[in-house]
Nanobody
Framework: QVQLVESGGGWVQPGGSLKLSCAAS????????MAWYRQAPETQRELVAV???????NYADSVKGRFTISRDNDKNLVVLQMNNLKSEDTAVYYC??????????WGQGSQVTVSS
């Protein structure tokens, strides 16, 4: 069993910054990738950023140049640094871990609200 615990998020004005962290614990044998998704009201969950064990990253076009995903493999920790936030970034953000078994694990979700 794998547990993902998120921290961070909250409210910020447009142009501000927030950081999300996700710590994985449990029976983690081999991680294919860790990622952040988000879901705004009445929309589908979408991929925000993903990082491989070797550190290669991929971002949604809407966040490129503003968000940075990073990880600490020793601590099974993944961080999403979000800068220059916009109102359209408002959503619940979910940490995701994909194991080599094909299993997907999700964090509890963190609300990010960007408004003036």
């Amino acid at each position: 069993q794998v547990q993902l615990v998120e921290s961070g998020g909250g409210w910020v004005q447009p142009g501000g910054s927030l950081k999300l962290s996700c710590a994985a614990s449990g029976e983690i044998f081999s991680i294919v990738s860790m990622a952040w998704y988000r879901q705004a009201p009445e929309t589908q969950r979408e991929l925000v950023a993903v990082i491989s064990p070797t550190g290669s990253t991929n971002y949604a076009d809407s966040v490129k140049g503003r968000f940075t995903i990073s990880r600490d493999n020793d601590k099974n920790l993944v961080v999403l640094q979000m800068n220059n936030l916009k109102s359209e970034d408002t959503a619940v953000y979910y940490c995701n871990l994909k194991a080599n078994t094909g299993n997907l694990y999700w964090g509890q979700g963190s609300q990010v609200t960007v408004s003036s």
